[in-house]
Structures are given as structure tokens and as C-alpha cells.
């Protein structure tokens, strides 16, 4: 079939580095075009040139076999293509329809016409399969919601190429899945999606075309017929990926070192009790806003909460962060550009943050001693930077996340607690995070995997606590790790059930 | 992902960086340079030691203002601080009615008393009220400016005793080694404010709560101790200036201080120093407080502008200075 966008050649340099060299892609009416790569890869950088952001320096766009430049984004959205970001770009005190409308508000007689436009917001939503309210503020819906949202806004505009980066990096499967419905809903309606994602099974689900760019390069664009995820992986990285996770550490013990009992998060948690165990990868499992990221926060004094805490056999509680990181507690956020690194400061003023007094003289900070640690991190963590003085935030998510656990690795936690440990993260880093976690665990320290990912939970953990609803649901033991189980301590009901609810429901 | 674009734009923004760092120092050098033209008088070193005396004041309180506005807050009392603490210092020199040594390191001391506890009350409302420091400190402004007016009545407060004033004035109008005092203070004053803000833990606190509260806390800062050490710093700030204030003219009124709040505010952002904080310049601020100066002598030695418009420019500067900071941000 005719291609309705076609990528010739393009290139695109900025100053002297060539992100992108000589990329072709086609696009057809009705299919699914996934694009695949590691961070830095260059999918990023070729989405926005197809979706008018940026302009290439070499090569040129053809929409409908047609020679075309866009000015603008606005200018390629009049084209029918349209681009749903990653982050989450809406107004959260606006609610869902004057989101929607922003900036293209109906009018009547010179004034908006909010009647006219909840009713269109309400009719693209339930295309989409969801009843969210539209009149309910942004600020008030889940994020999987507010996701939808956003497709709903990008979709407003008559569409014939729809391109999503990394929609599902904050989505649990079941959201996911949803998602997915809405993307074969799109295609059987003739439109061409560009799918750009890091999770290789969605990819297998979703996609009917893949293309894999490697350092800026066209790598192979494949049927997904016959093209496993691991294959995947392997054109990805430039090498073989079949051992993703790493041996589990024997390391796994009986002596309780951290016990939680009754611990309650107003809103959030109930009652939640666990034991974790010396040299343990405990996993915690469940849906987004299950409350897993609250129910650790409070425990270590970053929000409030109460309940019975014993460490080492002793009674502690703890008041802020400070004082769990003294008793060797750190905890890694889930939002690592918001809570975990001082996106606009240096690597080696955000490395020491919270192990400063370790670098201090009496009241002044040793800055040879930082940079020593500097040189250690970088190395021990290898964290890829091409200049010393970077700014955080100009690192990759991958090295951002090295980074921070060089940062809090500093603190010589005897529990890390790491919530997301691989969100936004390419797979060849994801590699030597799980190797780190592992090792961690080798050391006879115990580690807390918060994850949305199953595959993660399952590869990486001695045993996985599911939560549900603000309680915890269950656990399930090393040798009953599965997808099911998790999935079924995590909603209630079997896995098959949970995607006909999720549509249902979505 | 995004770090191919970044890759990009690193070599640019070192350059911008350096710039936002640079830019008073070259506005300085440009300043100096338009005096020197516009009248012969200017580069005499009486009229420039002259100038960089009368900055003193705001660069003293702007080292402390640098503090808070880097460390994400703002204060907008310092005017009225040091207008109560000026007219209470008086009170209790009068009060202690000697004149002696002893009793104006007496006064000394109540003044920076005062002026740190005023700073303690902003910090402790702002961070235990969890409430914008925009709001508790234009509250404050409000109490420590009526309060002088009604200690002095309405009228002015001015030291009694004449062996006292004698004995205090030096502190104004003399000079070590030709370098005015105040000059000397403020020097004193700006490089211990840069070795707290450099070189300590507590520095550092001060910019990551400034970049990122949020960020500081999950590293366990504690923050709302660094927070409210930075008002206490301001208070002590604007007490030192309040020293080297009161024997100049010796008297506090209703209007002492007006403004200082602007000035000190425009000399931290003339010096580089984000208003959102997480980046704090201290000889930036010097620089800055001299430039407001520097600005107001210029326009009394030539005849361009009426010298009554002197305000109005040094509210222009700093609308001047924000568009700068802003495109240097942009450049990014």
C-alpha cells in the first residue's frame, strides 16, 4: 500500500554531532509502526522531526508521495499528524473538557461554549472506551486517566498519523492493554501509528512493523511476524540479551531484619504489614495507586503515617528522611527528576547531597574528596558522561538513575529501597541495574524492588508482596512467581478477567 | 533519549552559564567606563570611594537577601528590620545613657539581637506557617515598620548622648588604610557570606532546597532548619548595616529603610542569583549593590536625567536584569 508519511534519508546534526544519519521509514494507512531503541538512540529526535518539533539537516519528509516541510508542530497537526508526549502536558485545575479544548475553545456568539464542548469531550471519550467525566478537574484522575486525556486532546484534530512516545512507561498491563485496544481501534480505521516504546512485549503485542535505530542509525525494519522480543533486544543493544536478569544471590535469609506491622497512610494505606529478611530482593506488586510508594514513604518519615516498626529487633521510628538514612534506611523515588536529583545542579554537587557530612571538615565540604567520589561513582556505576561537569539533568534517564544510586549508595544503606527501579531506563542499562540490585543483595544487605513491571518482579525477586486497594493482598512465594499470580493478588481476579474488565472499565 | 538533543547544546550553554556569571562584572566595567565619559569628576577616587561607601548598606543586607533567595524564599522586611532595629539600638543607647565603649557595644549587640530575632520570626512563620514567604514577610514589613513608627511617635528617634555620637562616628566616616570602614564591613561581610554559601554543608543545603525542596528532603536536608537559617542570616545581615548606618546620621525616623527591600532584591538579581532560587552569587551581589549606586551617582554628576529619577531607573534595571536572566534560561 501507498505510504502515507515516508522519512528519506534524514539526517539531523546538532552543532557537530549527528544525532541522526541517514534514516528512512515509511509509514502506511492501517498499520502499527513500532520504533525501537536504546536511550540516545536517536527515536526521540526522529519522532519530533516527523511530528514538525525540529527540522532534519539532511533528507526530507513525503506525505502522500508529496515533497512537504512543516514550519511547526501546528503546522504538521494541519496535516493530520499528531504527536501524544510522553509527559503528561494538561492544565491539573482545568477540568478534562477545557483541557481538551485549550486553545481551540468552541465558541458561540464570542464567548466559549462549554455546553457544546463537554458534549464533544464526552462522545470522544467513550470512542475511547472511558466515562471520565468531563467535568472533573485533570488533578483529580489517575494518571493511567489522565493518559487517555491527553489521546483524547491529540486526537481532537482530523488525524491520519498518530505517533505515541513511550505511552505505557507510567500505565500498569491492565491500563496498558487498554491502551492497546485504542491503538487497534485507531489502525482499523485506516490510521498509520508510530509506536515508539522500550517494552518489547508490547511492541510483539501492538506492532505490525518494527524499525530499530541503534546510536543514531537504521538498524532492520522487520514484519513483527516471526520477530521475537528477544531478537528485539538484540538488534538494540548490537548484542546477545537472553540474560536479561541475573542469578538471584542465595543470600535470601530467615533473620527478619525490618518488621512492618499495622502500618496505615491515611488515604493511602491500610494496615500493611511485611517482614524483610537479610540479603533479600523483596518484590512489591500491584496497580498504580495501590499504594506502595506511600506505604514506603511513610516508613521512612516522608509522609505521614503510623504503625509498629522494628529494625534489628528494635522499635524505631523515624521523623524525615535523615533519620532513616542514619539508621541505614535510603529510599530511591519513583520520580527521579522531581524527588531524587537536582535536575539543575552538577553531578557532583547531586552525588554528595545526602551524604554530605561524609565530605565535611568540620563545617566545610572537602571538594577533592567530592571529586574523588565523583570519579568512583562514575566508574563503579558507569554512568556515561561525556563531560564531568554535566548537569543532571542533561543525563540520559538511564545515567540519571545510575546517578542516584551512586547518590544514596554513598548514605552505606544497610535497606535500599528502590521504587521504579527501571522506569524510562533502556534495556542495556536495565541489565546493569538488575546486576547492581543483585549484588546489593550479595553483600547481605536487603533491597526493596518496587515495580510496575512483572517481568521485573519475577526475574529479580526472592518473593513479591502484591498490594491492592491501599492493603496488601498477598505474597507469593519464589517458586509461585508468575504473571498470574501477581496479577491476580493484584486485582482480584485472573488475568484473562482483568483485561475484559480493563475494557469494560476503560 | 533526550540527551542527543542535550549532547547538543552543552557546549553552548557552559558559555551561557559563564555568562550569567559574568554579565554584572561587564555591566560594572560598561558602567564605569559610560561615568568616565559622561563626567571627568566620576574616576576620582574620592567620588568612587564615595559611591561604594553609600552601596554599603544594601550590599550588606543583599549578601543576606542572596541567602533566602537562593535558598527559594524572599524577604521583603529587611527595610522595616532595619529601620526597627535602628530606632531600638537608639533607644537603648539613650536608655543606657553612658558613653562609653562598653555602652555602644551594649546597643551593638541589642541591635543584632533584634534584628536576628526579626529575621527568626520571618523564618519560623515561613516554614512552620507553611505559608509563601512573599505573604509572612510583606505581614512582617507591616509590623516592624509600625512598630518604629510608634516608638518614635511619629517623630524621629535620635541619640542623645553627644560623647556617644562622637565616639560612634568613625564607624561611618573613617577610613584604615584609606579604605572607608563600611567598605571594609560590607567587604568583611560579602567574603564570610561566600564562604558559608561555597564552602559548607550548609551552603550547599541552602541551593539544593532552593533547586529542588522536594528533592532535599527525600536526601534528607533537614529543610526546615536551613530554611529559617537563612531568614536568621538575613536578620543578622541587616543588623550589621544597621551598625554602620546609625552613626551617619545618627537618628532613625519612619522613612529610615525605605525601600531597601527593592534595592537589596535588584542587587541579587543584578548579581546573577535566580529569584526561583538553587543558584546564589555573592559577588554578584556585591557587584550588583555597587552598580545601584554607581547608577544613581552617574545620573547626578551628568545632566541627562533629573537625579529625582534615580528610583524609576533602578526599578528599570531590575525589570533589565530579569529579561537578561531570562534569556540566558532560554538559551539553555
Not at chain 1, 528502590?418 to 543483595?441: H, M, N, W
Not at chain 2, 522613612?255 to 526561583?276: D, P, S
Request: proline residues 3%.
Amino acid at each position: 500500500m501507498e505510504s502515507v508519511l515516508r522519512a528519506e534519508n534524514i539526517s539531523k546534526s546538532f552543532g557537530p554531532i549527528e544525532v541522526l544519519s541517514g534514516i528512512s521509514l515509511d509509514l502506511k494507512p492501517g498499520e502499527v509502526h513500532a520504533v525501537i531503541g536504546e536511550n540516545g538512540a536517536g527515536k526521540s529526535t526522529l519522532m519530533r522531526i516527523l511530528s514538525g518539533h525540529i527540522a532534519p539537516t539532511k533528507g526530507g519528509l513525503h506525505l502522500n508521495g508529496q515533497p512537504i516541510t512543516f514550519s511547526g508542530p501546528v503546522d504538521a497537526e494541519s496535516h493530520g499528524i499528531v504527536l501524544v508526549h510522553q509527559e503528561i502536558l494538561l492544565a491539573p485545575d482545568l477540568t478534562v473538557a477545557q483541557n481538551l479544548f485549550l486553545g481551540r475553545e468552541i465558541r458561540r456568539f464570542g464567548f466559549v461554549d462549554d455546553r457544546a464542548m463537554r458534549e464533544r469531550t464526552r462522545a470522544i471519550l467513550r470512542e475511547l472506551g472511558t466515562g471520565i467525566d468531563p467535568d472533573r478537574e485533570v488533578s483529580r484522575l489517575s494518571i493511567a486517566d489522565r493518559q487517555l486525556v491527553q489521546i483524547a486532546r491529540a486526537l481532537l484534530v482530523p488525524h491520519k498519523v498518530v505517533a505515541f512516545d513511550e505511552p505505557t512507561a507510567v500505565l500498569t498491563p491492565v491500563e496498558a492493554e487498554s491502551l492497546f485496544d485504542i491503538i487497534r481501534k485507531l489502525r482499523s480505521q485506516g490510521v498509520a501509528v508510530l509506536y515508539i516504546s522500550h517494552r518489547l512485549n508490547e511492541v510483539k503485542a501492538v506492532a505490525d512493523r518494527v524499525t530499530v535505530l541503534r546510536d543514531g542509525r537504521h538498524i532492520a525494519t522487520r514484519d513483527i511476524e516471526g520477530l521475537e522480543p528477544l531478537e528485539m533486544a538484540r538488534l538494540m543493544v548490537g548484542r546477545d540479551m537472553s540474560k536479561l536478569y541475573p542469578d538471584k544471590p542465595a543470600t535470601a535469609s530467615d533473620q527478619p531484619l525490618l518488621g512492618v506491622r499495622d502500618m496505615v497512610v491515611p488515604g493511602y494505606v491500610e494496615n500493611a504489614s511485611f517482614t524483610l529478611h537479610r540479603g533479600e530482593i523483596l518484590g512489591f506488586g500491584g496497580l498504580i495507586g495501590a499504594g506502595r510508594t506511600e506505604l514506603f514513604e511513610a516508613l521512612v518519615g516522608l509522609r505521614p503515617g503510623h504503625g509498629a516498626i522494628t529494625l534489628d529487633g528494635q522499635k524505631v521510628h523515624f521523623r524525615d528522611a535523615r533519620e532513616a538514612m542514619a539508621a541505614g534506611i535510603v529510599y530511591l523515588s519513583e520520580d527521579r527528576k522531581g524527588k531524587g536529583l537536582l535536575l539543575q545542579q552538577n553531578l557532583r554537587v547531586n552525588l554528595t547531597l545526602a551524604a554530605l557530612e561524609k565530605f565535611s571538615h568540620g563545617s566545610f565540604i572537602d571538594g577533592a574528596g567530592e571529586e574523588t567520589a565523583l570519579d568512583r561513582a562514575i566508574k563503579d556505576f558507569d554512568i556515561r558522561t561525556r563531560r564531568r561537569d554535566l548537569l543532571a539533568g542533561q543525563l540520559s534517564g538511564g545515567n540519571q538513575q545510575k546517578l542516584l544510586l551512586a547518590k544514596m549508595m554513598l548514605a552505606e544503606p544497610r535497606i535500599v529501597i528502590i521504587d521504579e527501579p527501571t522506569r524510562g531506563v533502556d534495556i542495556g542499562t536495565k541489565e546493569q541495574i538488575y546486576r547492581f540490585i543483585a549484588s546489593l543483595a550479595a553483600e547481605g544487605r536487603a533491597v526493596v524492588v518496587i515495580s510496575s513491571e512483572m517481568q521485573e518482579l519475577i526475574g529479580l525477586c526472592h518473593r513479591v508482596v502484591v498490594m491492592r486497594n491501599g492493603r496488601v493482598a498477598g505474597e507469593v512465594a519464589q517458586a509461585d512467581l508468575s504473571e498470574d499470580s501477581i496479577v491476580y493478588l493484584a486485582t482480584g481476579v485472573h488475568e484473562e478477567r482483568a483485561a475484559e474488565i480493563a475494557a469494560g472499565h476503560a | 533519549m533526550t540527551e542527543t538533543v542535550l549532547r547538543s547544546s552543552a557546549e553552548k550553554r557552559r558559555f551561557t552559564i559563564d555568562m550569567r556569571a559574568l554579565s554584572p562584572f561587564i555591566a560594572l566595567v560598561a558602567l564605569i567606563i559610560a561615568g568616565a565619559l559622561i563626567n571627568p569628576d566620576f574616576l576620582t577616587a574620592s567620588n568612587l570611594l564615595n559611591v561604594v561607601t553609600r552601596s554599603a548598606f544594601i550590599a550588606i543586607i543583599a549578601v543576606g537577601a542572596t541567602f533566602v533567595i537562593a535558598g527559594g524564599g524572599l524577604d521583603l522586611s529587611v527595610g522595616s528590620m532595619a529601620a526597627l532595629t535602628a530606632g531600638v539600638m537608639i533607644l537603648t543607647l539613650n536608655n543606657l545613657g553612658g558613653g562609653d565603649v562598653g555602652t555602644l557595644a551594649l546597643g551593638m549587640l541589642a541591635a543584632i539581637a533584634l534584628s536576628a530575632a526579626c529575621g527568626l520570626a520571618n523564618g519560623l512563620i515561613v516554614t512552620f506557617g507553611r505559608i509563601e514567604p512573599f505573604i509572612v514577610t510583606l505581614g512582617t514589613m507591616g509590623i516592624y515598620r509600625s512598630l518604629v513608627i510608634w516608638l518614635a511617635a511619629g517623630g524621629t528617634i535620635t541619640m542623645r548622648n553627644f560623647e556617644l555620637r562622637e565616639l560612634y562616628r568613625p564607624v561611618y566616616f573613617d577610613s584604615i588604610l584609606g579604605v572607608p570602614i563600611p567598605i571594609i564591613a560590607f567587604l568583611v561581610v560579602a567574603a564570610i557570606g561566600a564562604l558559608i554559601l561555597y564552602r559548607t554543608s550548609f551552603g550547599r543545603h541552602v541551593v539544593a532546597l532552593g533547586s529542588n525542596e522536594d528533592v532535599a528532603r527525600y536526601s534528607g536536608v533537614p529543610i526546615w532548619r536551613v530554611r529559617t537559617l537563612t531568614y536568621i542570616i538575613q536578620g543578622i545581615c541587616v543588623g550589621i548595616a544597621v551598625l554602620v548606618y546609625v552613626p551617619r546620621l545618627g537618628s532613625a525616623t519612619p522613612t529610615t529603610g525605605l525601600l531597601w527591600e527593592l534595592q537589596a532584591i535588584t542587587a541579587v538579581v543584578i548579581g546573577g542569583t535566580a529569584l526561583k532560587g538553587g543558584i546564589g552569587r555573592i559577588w554578584g551581589t556585591v557587584v550588583g549593590a555597587v552598580i545601584l549606586e554607581l547608577v544613581a551617582n552617574i545620573m547626578v554628576l551628568s545632566n541627562f536625567v533629573s537625579e529625582f529619577l534615580v528610583g524609576a531607573v533602578q526599578g528599570a534595571i531590575i525589570i533589565i536584569a530579569m529579561l537578561v536572566q531570562r534569556s540566558v534560561h532560554r538559551g539553555r
